[in-house]
């Protein structure tokens, strides 16, 4: 059984900084594809980037801001937010593929987390 938990988000002030984990258990997060989405109030889950078995980055969204990487370990990926905005807010998800590359479309994606809630105010 494939379990992904995210962690690391919070309120933080437009401009700053937050950084998400996603650790896997059941699995390591080394044989298939990962991508990070989130979902704003309203709107449709969005894809922002992925890194896959070879550690290729595929960047949807947020091109720049938001940086993906997997730790030496390879049982977790995290997602660097950087110049947080306002309407960066939502509910930040990553997912796990099982396929060597990656994709865009949440409906490729098999396993989920729960979500962490990231929050950019002042």
């Known amino acids: 059984q494939v379990q992904l938990v995210e962690s690391g988000g919070g309120l933080v002030q437009p401009g700053g900084s937050l950084r998400l984990s996603c650790a896997a258990s059941?699995?390591?997060?080394?044989?298939?594809?990962i991508g990070w989405f989130r979902q704003a109030p309203g709107k449709d889950r969005e894809a922002l980037t992925c890194?896959?078995?070879?550690?290729?980055i595929t960047d949807y969204s947020v091109k720049d801001r938001f940086i993906i990487s997997r730790d030496n370990t390879r049982t977790s990926v995290y997602l660097q937010l950087n110049h947080l905005k306002p309407e960066d807010t939502a509910v930040y998800y990553c997912?796990?593929?099982?396929?060597?590359?990656?994709?865009?479309?949440?409906?490729?994606?098999?396993?989920w987390g729960q979500g962490t809630q990231v929050t950019v105010s002042s």
């Open positions: 059941g699995t390591t997060l080394d044989n298939y594809a």
């Open positions: 890194i896959n078995r070879y550690d290729t």
């Open positions: 997912a796990y593929r099982q396929a060597y590359a990656c994709s865009g479309s949440s409906g490729a994606y098999v396993y």
